[in-house]
């Protein structure tokens, strides 16, 4: 699993290089702030397994980084090898924006 910094994130969306974006947080969190990317809270990944494509780079995100590694480890058990996690999740990356 690649870890990606937020500040390595940011240069990947802004050069229009970046890998496909899941949010693995609950609707109230990416309510409340989100970067965008498709949205699969963690616990449904299973039933929309057919969604996550495997040929492509992704980074998975949360709140702190924990939930997306999890998530991450699920789909690793299910053959998925391109995946990436966003260090810190969003509290990393509001950290980055008023740094």
Same mark, same amino acid.
């Given at each position: 699993?690649?870890?990606?910094?937020?500040?390595?994130l940011?240069?990947?969306?802004?050069? +229009?290089?970046?890998?496909?974006?899941?949010? !693995?947080?609950? @609707?109230?969190?990416?309510? @409340?702030?989100?970067?965008? +990317?498709?949205?699969?809270?963690?616990?449904e990944?299973?039933?929309?397994?057919?969604?996550?494509?495997?040929?492509?780079?992704? !980074?998975?995100?949360?709140? #702190? +980084?924990?939930?997306? !590694?999890? /998530?991450?480890?699920?789909?690793?058990?299910?053959?998925?090898?391109?995946?990436?996690?966003?260090?810190?999740?969003? #509290?990393?990356? #509001?950290?980055?924006?008023t /740094?």
């Amino acid at each position: 699993m690649l870890q990606i910094t937020p500040e390595e994130l940011r240069q990947q969306l802004s050069t +229009g290089s970046a890998p496909m974006l899941i949010d !693995v947080r609950e @609707e109230w969190e990416r309510e @409340e702030f989100s970067i965008g +990317g498709l949205h699969i809270p963690m616990g449904e990944l299973p039933s929309r397994i057919n969604e996550i494509p495997r040929e492509e780079d992704i !980074v998975l995100y949360c709140e #702190k +980084g924990i939930r997306s !590694v999890i /998530a991450i480890q699920r789909l690793e058990s299910m053959g998925y090898s391109r995946l990436g996690n966003l260090m810190g999740g969003m #509290k990393a990356w #509001k950290a980055m924006l008023t /740094a």
